[in-house]
C-alpha cells in the first residue's frame, strides 16, 4: 500500500528556511513522480515542485523557483522540500503525493498535510 507522510511544518520568520519532509512506505521511489504541494486558506492546491527517477520529468512552479528544491536520502525512502527566503504569502497547508511514473500524470496518492506558517 502507497503510503506518503508529510512533517516538518512550523512557525517561521520572513526570510527563514524550513525542511519539510515526506516518508514514503509501500512502493519503490524510483518508479513513481513525486511533488510537493500546497493549499493556502481559501485559494485553490497549488502544484510547488515534482521529480521523477522514472522518466526525468520535473516541474517547479514560478512562485517558488529559486527558493524551494526537491531532495531525497540516500535510501530514497524519505524526499524533503527546502524552502529558503520564506514569505508570509508560503503559509500553508502543504502536501506531498505520488504517481506512478511520471510528473505529466495526475497524483493518486497523497499524504496528510502539515501546516507552515511564516510570519512577517
Known amino acids: 500500500e502507497v503510503q506518503l507522510q508529510a512533517s516538518g511544518g512550523g512557525l517561521v520568520q520572513a526570510g527563514g528556511s524550513l525542511r519539510l519532509s515526506c516518508a514514503a512506505s509501500g512502493f519503490k521511489i524510483d518508479d513513481y513522480a513525486i511533488g510537493w504541494f500546497r493549499q493556502a486558506p481559501g485559494k485553490e492546491r497549488e502544484e510547488l515542485s515534482c521529480?521523477?527517477?522514472?522518466?526525468?520529468?520535473?516541474y517547479t512552479a514560478d512562485s517558488v523557483r529559486g527558493r524551494f528544491t526537491i531532495s531525497s536520502d540516500i535510501a530514497k525512502t524519505t524526499l524533503y522540500l527546502h524552502m529558503n527566503s520564506m514569505k508570509p504569502e508560503d503559509t500553508a497547508v502543504y502536501y506531498c503525493?505520488?504517481?506512478?511514473?511520471?510528473?505529466?500524470?495526475?497524483?493518486?496518492?497523497w499524504g496528510q498535510g502539515t501546516l507552515v506558517t511564516v510570519s512577517s
Open positions: 503525493a505520488a504517481v506512478e511514473y511520471s510528473c505529466h500524470y495526475d497524483f493518486g496518492y
Open positions: 521529480i521523477s527517477s522514472s522518466d526525468g520529468s520535473t
